[in-house]
């Protein structure tokens, strides 16, 4: 009983790089969600979707892009990494009434 | 916009002392609010799940009030024990077209000294 898997734990980025970071469900869940953590601060929501081939922007976009081709995988691709992209990212699914997360993304752009 | 808030940001009391968590939102028109709790370096755990309908729910030491006219919940843990040190976070659902996102407390840490 897996439920929502991140990878990779932790990645360290040089400025300008770029990555995806992965997130799988097998819950069957139509909504998923990416979130970021900074120290001190609630989560933020970057991007959702509502089902495959469906996504739109939340509070925080710039500086990422998702997709949406199967109904168990969300990833987030982070193009040009910059310094304010440091942060705990945290992959969500659910349906209206509740949210499951993964265990977070500790990323770090030096 | 709603904003969501949680006073105090850190709390520390003595083992076996009653905890008590407020988070405030500034708008009613929830469709549930969600406690969460997060252990250092780890993900966000679901505790309590409470319907806009309901003005309580109950799992073990935790009980989670809601009153939605005055934009409040309050998360109470009985019997504090060391293990209950981590940060606890509340989320609000909005109503309607909301696509089921939550909104976020900034949280608050609690530390149990044995």
């Known amino acids: 009983n897996a439920g929502v898997t991140q990878t990779p734990k932790f990645r360290i980025l040089k400025i300008g790089q770029s990555m995806t970071l992965q997130c799988t469900q097998d819950?069957?869940?139509?909504?998923m969600y990416w979130y970021r953590q900074d120290p001190g601060m609630g989560l933020k929501l970057i991007y959702y979707?509502?089902?495959?081939?469906?996504?739109d922007k939340g509070e925080v976009p710039n500086g990422y892009n998702v997709s949406r081709s199967t109904t168990e995988d969300f990833p987030l691709r982070l193009e040009l990494a910059a310094p304010s992209q440091t942060s705990v990212y945290f992959c969500?699914?659910?349906?209206?009434?509740?949210?499951?997360f993964g265990q977070g993304t500790r990323l770090t752009v030096v | 916009k709603q904003e969501v808030t949680q006073i105090p940001a850190a709390l520390s009391v003595p083992e076996g002392e009653n905890l008590v968590l407020n988070c405030s939102f500034t708008?009613?028109?929830?469709?549930?609010l969600q406690w969460f709790r997060q252990d250092p370096g780890k993900g966000l755990t679901s505790l309590l799940l409470?319907?806009?309908?309901?003005r309580e729910q109950t799992s073990g030491r935790l009980n989670a009030s809601l009153d939605k006219s005055s934009g409040r919940s309050t998360l109470y843990i009985a019997a504090s024990q060391p293990g209950d040190s981590a940060t606890y976070l509340c989320?609000?659902?909005?109503?309607?077209?909301?696509?089921?996102?939550?909104?976020f407390g900034a949280g608050t840490q609690v530390v149990v000294t044995p």
């Open positions: 708008d009613s028109a929830i469709y549930n």
């Open positions: 989320a609000v659902r909005p109503q309607r077209g909301s696509w089921g996102k939550l909104q």
């Open positions: 409470i319907q806009s309908s309901q």
């Open positions: 819950m069957n869940h139509n909504y």
């Open positions: 979707s509502v089902g495959a081939g469906i996504t």
């Open positions: 969500a699914s659910g349906e209206n009434t509740e949210a499951f």
